[in-house]
């Protein structure tokens, strides 16, 4: 199974008032499978996509109902040392860090800007067991409306080198683990296209095979269409929200169109 190095995104759920409703979208959309929900662990239920397990979805923890939102955890060898660096660069803890049976230890966090992510101190689960392929985690990126907040912290908390998108249009920072040059996540800075309502927040991109067929599978199953399908040097993509609120985009990575943006040492 695939070892993640620190900071480098392992995983990702999320939290749906109708798990069913939740399990039937993603089924359909992206061709999840899923397993026995655990109920020792709140009924998590794991999803997968060609018997790897690829993402986790379960009900809200008493007290914590809400809008449903996909959650990506960062690798981390000491969750409990990666919390205490997330305190000490100006970021917060939504769930201190917590020991998952033999699966491995977890903790709840935000950046300073309020986009919450998950840390993950892998046990017997180390992650996802397949990514870049048809129904599995593609990508990430941190929405935030002060980049110079969220980029001052993530190197405090993780072992990043960051390099800045050559583009006009946007702000958009990639970010690499430590010895390796493949890009891990990406940072965007809002702008006035996005309401003032709309909170920092993490995007997952799932991998599809065909981005326009996903789209359309999604939008019959009630999930909104936020824009896309559009052509990328990446692949083609869309951003959607499901039927209860989550937020995620689709790429497909076969389908690339233009050059790749350069990018400066930030």
């Known amino acids: 199974m695939t070892e993640f190095p620190e900071g480098a995104p392992c995983w990702a759920d999320a939290m749906f008032a109708d798990l069913d409703g939740a399990k039937r979208f993603y089924g359909d959309v ?6 026995e929900s655990a109920s020792e662990y709140g009924n998590y239920t794991q ?22 939102a996909w959650c990506v955890y960062l690798a981390a060898a000491d969750a409990a040392a990666a919390a205490e660096k997330v305190k000490a660069a100006g970021g917060g803890l939504l769930m201190e860090p917590m020991r998952v049976g033999d699966f491995g230890t977890m903790a709840l966090a935000t950046e300073p800007t309020g986009a919450v992510f998950g840390i993950w101190q892998p046990g017997q689960h180390k992650g996802f067991e397949k990514v870049a392929e048809p129904g599995a985690y593609a990508w990430a990126e941190i929405f935030t409306r002060d980049p110079a907040a969220t980029d001052a912290f993530l190197p405090r908390v993780f072992p990043y080198t960051a390099r800045q998108m ?8 990639i970010f690499t683990v430590e010895g390796s040059e493949d890009a891990v996540l990406g940072r965007m800075r809002m702008g006035d296209e996005f309401p003032p309502q709309v ?10 095979a065909d981005c ?23 692949g083609r993509f869309a951003a959607l929200t499901d039927p209860q609120g989550a937020n995620f985009s689709v790429i497909d990575v076969t389908r690339t169109a233009g050059e790749q943006p350069k990018t400066t040492d930030a």
């Open 30 to 35: 992206l061709g999840w499978t899923f397993g």
């Open 47 to 68: 999803a997968y996509a060609d018997g790897k397990a690829v993402a986790a979805v379960v009900p809200p923890m008493p007290g914590s109902e809400g809008q449903s």
């Open 166 to 173: 050559v583009d006009e249009q946007i702000d958009f920072k």
């Open 199 to 208: 909170p920092s927040y993490v995007n997952v991109y799932f991998t599809v």
């Open 212 to 234: 326009d067929a996903t789209v359309e599978k999604a939008r019959a199953g009630g999930a909104t269409v936020r824009f896309g399908p559009m052509d990328s040097p990446f």
